[in-house]
């Protein structure tokens, strides 16, 4: 299997000499090809700042981070904006839709960026949106669409370019149970027919019991972590709860 | 405790109150260097001249036009203050939240206004003075006027104006606000930021009915000008300039979708690089930026206008100048006695001598006939000799002169002696020499004279005066609408920076940000600068059929000017509108940090 992702010995750390907080401390870990890899921990547990550096938005105060055998880490600026456009799909906690654009434009606007020919454009945003069940809401607004729609139609954009890996924040964050079954459905569904690599952060364990791996951050480490091998998600569900209750034990708003 | 709030508000928003603060200080600074205009060195030193009666005159104007330039600026800082309130709402939905009551929230945006406006007004009186008399300093060493009337002037009148005529502006913002305050719904304003303008999407139908009603009534404001000229000013005037505002109103209104609609049906063109997103942006910003795009363009044209025909004019008087006086000088002379005069003999006691100062010279009466005042066949035909026929012809009609036989000269009641000369040598001494010794003359009798230079001094005033006024109107509204632009580009810039980051996180690189960022910035000064092309290309057709009636028009040189300054002003706020812009959505670097 090809390797998408690698991380290693990974330290990120805030704060000027005297008073220095590590927010990252030595994480290791890949994600293989066609993988959908969950990120858990309580908030403060330096999940984010791990995706921020992945995604290139942060620079790592030490380690290596490698994407399809390519070191990321020290990209110049040119080279950050063609990594991103190319190889990164992100999907954000708050949708981050231009909201002057339609649905439509907002996952086209990730191809002609890439300077796409037009007809490949139209086609292949409408394959996006069918997969994501959104092609009713094409011409709307994101201010006109539910949270749940503004929500697939970031997953179009991120998927429509076919980037190597999808980078996904907090996906469910600001959505209801029923719109996040939703998008979850969808991400399984990419991850399964367009053999999409997905990486995403959540705190919620409804949210985590999609992937297929679980890393379990605390205080900026990797503390443990869980396969779900061939099991059925509810049973994936017990386990990521019973992994929660036992680190968790005085974070209240893990559960 | 109002107070304190409001002075940490306008201390904690320094940004936000920093397009409204540069708005007034701009605008008072206009305002007042406009209304110290007849303080001005050139025109102090004109004023010296008793026979030029230029200072009531421009004194008359600053007043009619400067009401026109309060309604300007007064619109600006209203618009300036709109925004403003649309960027707080959030904070004033806090404010409402926390149980204050609507009037109290209207006395603190009261209170912030009143402190920051009595800060800008100071600060733009004091650039106002600063502008005067650096702009005093410049005009005066172009049109070479002697340094003994350059002094450094402060205004009174004029500071007294300016402070009330923006009291009454800041006035008219202060009810802006309560009223803006009294009609907002609490939850409108918490989730101001969420969506922060309504995207109505017109129709293609509707666009295009608009954008075609516009085009009509322009072509009917045109062809009005055309038709009836630029000065008859009655009812079908103003209904001319009404069809021509509303018709720019409707064309901008209409544009955006129109221009939208068109690139969208050509898709290679529109879902290219971020042209998408730029067309977009345009559109969603045009519900709010049609009415300043307006005023901008009628600003742009005032200032092409004004600047055009006061260089057209300008070239014209210069002409004239040249054809005005045939001779030198011209002087006539009404002896107390009936004796014949020798004038030439009477001069030359006097220093200046005819016969050794002027290149050709001719002393005549002008006697009673029956044909009324007349002179001899013989001075005539001299007269024609020196300076033609036509110069001859011309000299009698102006006169009232008839032309009689010489035989009818001998005896004859004289009414007056005329001298005319062409001078020798150096003008500047024999005019010198010329209007030392003529000053004998009063003792024998009264004389009036004219020369060539003096004439052209006073048609050089006329010049200055025509140069000046239009030049210093057609700065001070481009400078205006530059400015508007520039500030309101960068503030939106402001608006948009998450969305270049959004657009730096999809991986447009830099190049690619700034030059959408550049694209809009561009359509938002090109706009309206084509639209008053346009229309100014009309009007001068109309303005230049008056100027032919006095002379010839110089349409080439009044272009020339014009589209200097155009490139000079308003290219340097574009530029630099282009840089802040880039500057404020950080095109230059990748989005860094969550």
Known sequence: ?255 | MFSELAWKNVRRSVRDYGVWFLTIVFGVCLFYTFNALENQTVLRFLAQNPKTNIVESIRSLIGMLSVFVWAVLAFLILYASGFLVRRRKKELGTYLLLGMERWQVARLLLAETACIGAIALAAGLALGVLAAWALSAFTAGLFAVPMTYFTFALSVPALGKTALAFAAIFLLVMVYHAFAVSRCRLIDLLQAGRVNQALKGRSLGASVALFLLGAALLAVAYAMLLTRGLLRVDALFWVMIGLGSLGTLLFFRSLSGFLLRICQSRRGFYLKNLNLFVLRQFNARINTTYRSMTVICLMLLLAIGITASSVGLNNTVSQMAEEELPQDVSLTFYPDGEEPVDLPALLAEGGFDPGRDCAFHLAFPVFRSEAGQAVARSVYDAFAGRWGRAAADAFLEREQLAVRPDGEAQGAWVNCWIFLADYAGDKQAAEEAFQGAVTALSELGGYGYTTRLDTWMDLMGTKVLVLFIGLYLGVVFLLASAAVLALQQLTQAADAAGQYRVLSLLGAPGKMRGRAADAQVALAFLLPLALALVHAAVGMTAANAVIAEVGQVDSAASSAVTALLLAVVYGGYFLATCRGSRRLLGTGREARGA
């Open chain 1, 1 to 255: 299997m090809e390797t998408i992702l690698t991380v290693e010995h990974l330290v990120r750390e805030y704060g000027s000499r005297g008073s220095v907080t590590r927010a990252i401390d030595d994480v290791s870990f890949s994600v293989e090809k066609g993988e959908f890899v969950g990120i858990m921990g309580a908030s403060g547990s330096g999940k984010s700042t791990l995706l921020n550096c992945v995604s290139t938005i942060d620079a790592p105060t030490a380690g290596r981070i490698f994407v399809e055998g390519r070191e990321i880490t020290g990209l110049k600026p040119r080279e950050v904006s063609r990594f991103r456009r190319e190889r990164l799909g992100f999907i954000f906690q708050d949708c981050q839709l231009l909201d002057t654009l339609t649905a439509f434009e907002n996952i086209a606007l990730a191809l002609t960026i890439r300077g796409a020919a037009p007809g490949l454009v139209e086609k292949k945003v409408k394959q996006a949106a069918g997969l994501l069940e959104i092609a009713d809401c094409m011409d709307k607004y994101p201010y006109q669409m539910s949270g749940g729609q503004r929500q697939r139609t970031a997953a179009a954009r991120a998927m429509v370019t076919d980037p190597a890996l999808i980078l996904a924040d907090e996906p469910t964050g600001a959505l209801d149970s029923k719109s996040a079954k939703l998008l979850l459905d969808r991400f399984e569904i990419l991850n399964r027919q367009r053999e999409a690599t997905i990486l995403m952060v959540t705190h919620d364990a409804f949210t985590a019991s999609y992937c297929h791996r679980i890393l379990f951050l605390q205080d900026g480490a990797v503390l443990t972590r869980l396969e779900r091998g061939d099991g059925s998600r509810r049973a994936f569900f017990r386990q990521i709860i019973d992994v929660v209750t036992r680190l968790g034990g005085d974070q209240s708003d893990v559960l």
